[in-house]
């Protein structure tokens, strides 16, 4: 398979050029490995703590383990976190040394909850987020959708085979996994169950003491259902019948696995009853349309069709959230945002700057758009517009281009990957 370019190169290129060592985090298969084997210098060398023989050497001898690589230029360690004695041989060996990037290291459970291991790598460990792909990544695309917003650059000519409700929820239901993308429906379902039970399952025996790991499997399916919604874990517990503190265990668990995130609320000093309860996110939006059962676009456009449920827009809504988020990790200049308050008026994504400046965006699954659409987005102007800019976009599954007034657009979907 051809290798596809990653947004996230551009940090590891900053990262290696200020740290001695650096580590790529993200869930699970989303392309960690790859991208790591990518960006090794010839002479570097590459072992998996996934394959027994070398976890438990390095178990046996952390020391001993990372010694008998110090003629190379560079080691590649890949889910590291499966032996997290080696962070402190690690710190100790980088100490001695003033050469950067000496290792490149992949982790697919956050070793920012390992408070030890945290701490003593401060300063030492540059981390670089990996995520599913975004549609952008996909076709071989840069990050352009926040450059195109303020030079109002809008003048590509799409049709309905470019943006359409079928278009974007196909490639809601597909999701960023790399080994997903050339699959069919059928194709992925399989590898979706795969990758819940030998993965996901495996993976939480590891992170402690989780004697009922089908817990996972009933949390991830309520998280499904719940993703791009504020986070109730008092509903959670409801639904799975299990007491509140045992689903709060599950949960942060799945966090530490990056199997799902929280989105924080957007605050001001002037705010009135605002929430600040985060929204859950989930992490792929092929992973949730799998674990909500909704199949393949015929099924989902039926369900979608229903008065009676949200799901597809939560599908999409989850989908947007893929494509935005990296935005946020490249470079930090962006931070990624939802908020509502007690009245009900609700935005469902805020980008914001180290200047301030805001992007409001409003996701909906239609193929056309209203005025009233822009209707919390003109509430939110008038409240917090007074001294910032502040853009108001309502993305939808149509494939024109309409200002609705000053830094105001209803813009297609598709702007998120051309």
């Known amino acids: 398979m051809t290798y596809i370019r990653r947004w996230a190169e551009s940090e590891f290129q900053m990262a290696e050029r200020i740290f001695k060592a650096v580590i790529f985090s993200g869930v699970r298969q989303c392309g960690k490995t790859t991208l790591m084997r990518e960006l090794l210098p010839k002479d570097a060398a590459y072992v998996s703590l996934d394959r027994e023989i070398f976890r438990q050497a390095a178990a046996d001898a952390p020391g001993g383990f990372l010694q008998q690589y110090r003629n190379r230029s560079c080691l590649a360690i890949d889910e590291v976190q499966k032996v997290p004695a080696l962070f402190h041989e690690i710190k100790a060996f980088v100490d001695e040394s003033r050469e950067l990037r000496q290792y490149l290291l992949s982790g697919s459970s956050n070793y ?21 792909m975004t549609e952008g990544e996909i076709q071989e695309q840069p ?19 470019d943006c359409s409700k079928r278009v974007i929820i196909e490639k809601a239901l597909r999701g960023g996994f790399p080994d997903v993308l050339r699959m069919e429906g059928g194709e992925r379902d399989y590898w979706f169950e795969a990758y819940v ?42 639904a799975m019948e299990v007491n509140r503190p045992t689903v709060m265990q599950y949960l942060t668990a799945m966090q530490t696995m990056f199997l799902v995130e929280l989105l924080p609320a957007w605050q001001n000093k002037i705010i009135k009853r605002a929430s600040s309860t985060p929204k859950l996110m ?7 349309a799998y674990l909500a059962d909704l199949g393949d ?40 945002y939802h908020f509502r308050n007690t009245t009900g008026k609700e935005i469902d994504f805020i980008l ?7 992007i ?27 001294n910032r800019r502040i853009w108001s976009v309502v993305l939808y599954t149509g494939h024109d281009v309409v200002r609705y007034g000053e830094r105001e657009f209803a813009l297609p979907m598709a702007y998120l990957w051309l």
């Not at 990050?143 to 000519?157: A, V």
């Not at 495996?202 to 991830?220: A, C, N």
Request: net charge negative; charged share 30%; proline share 3%.
């Open 360 to 386: 409001c965006l409003e996701v909906k699954a239609s193929e056309g758009v209203k005025a009233e659409h822009f209707k919390n987005l003109r509430w939110f102007k008038e409240q917090f517009g007074k």
């Open 282 to 288: 989930l992490c792929d939006s092929g992973l949730m």
């Open 143 to 161: 990050p352009r959708f926040i450059d195109r917003l303020f030079n109002e650059e809008f003048d590509d000519k799409l049709t309905a085979e």
């Open 197 to 238: 039970s030998s993965l996901v399952i495996r993976d939480l025996l590891e992170l402690g003491d989780f004697r009922k790991p089908h817990y996972m499997q009933m949390l991830l399916q309520q998280c499904a259902g719940s993703s791009s919604r504020m986070v109730n874990v008092s509903s959670l517990s409801a």
């Open 112 to 132: 920012k909850t390992m408070p030890s291991i945290h701490e003593s790598m401060a300063g030492r460990l540059g981390e670089v987020r990996l995520r599913p």
């Open 352 to 358: 914001e700057n180290r200047n301030g400046e805001l």
């Open 297 to 336: 676009v015929d099924l989902a456009l039926n369900v979608e069709d229903k008065a009676t449920t949200d799901l597809v827009g939560n599908l999409l809504e989850t989908w947007v959230y893929q494509q935005l988020v990296p935005i946020t990790d490249i470079g930090r200049k962006w931070k990624l």
